[in-house]
């Protein structure tokens, strides 16, 4: 089995940067993808971030160019820099991971506020 732990969303304003960790603990090795995703309010839950194991980076349009996903060495932890915030950021941000047959895995989730 495999479990998810976020941190670091919160309150910020519209420009400025948060940090989202996302550890990862279990049978990481049946990982073969993991991200980030997030739902705003009264909307339908989004892909934000997911890299594979083989290194291959998704990210939505609208994040590109402000959003980075990065991997520790160990494959523990997962980290969403995000810079240049807007309002419309403001979301529920879930941990994913894929496992195989199917089988996806989420964290609890972390409250991103994005103030005008």
């Known amino acids: 089995q495999v479990q998810l732990v976020e941190s670091g969303g919160g309150l910020v304003q519209a420009g400025e940067s948060l940090r989202l960790s996302c550890v990862a603990s279990g049978t990481i090795y049946t990982i073969h993808t993991i991200g980030w995703y997030r739902q705003p309010p009264g909307l339908e839950r989004e892909l934000v971030a997911v890299?594979?194991?083989?290194?291959?980076?998704t990210y939505a349009e609208s994040v590109k160019g402000r959003f980075t996903i990065s991997r520790d060495q160990a494959e523990r932890t997962i980290v969403l820099q995000m810079n240049s915030l807007k309002p419309e950021d403001t979301a529920v941000y879930f941990c994913?991971?894929?496992?195989?047959?199917?089988?996806?895995?989420w964290g609890q989730g972390t409250q991103v506020t994005v103030s005008s």
């Open positions: 994913n991971a894929e496992l195989p047959f199917g089988v996806n895995v």
């Open positions: 890299t594979t194991t083989g290194g291959k980076v």
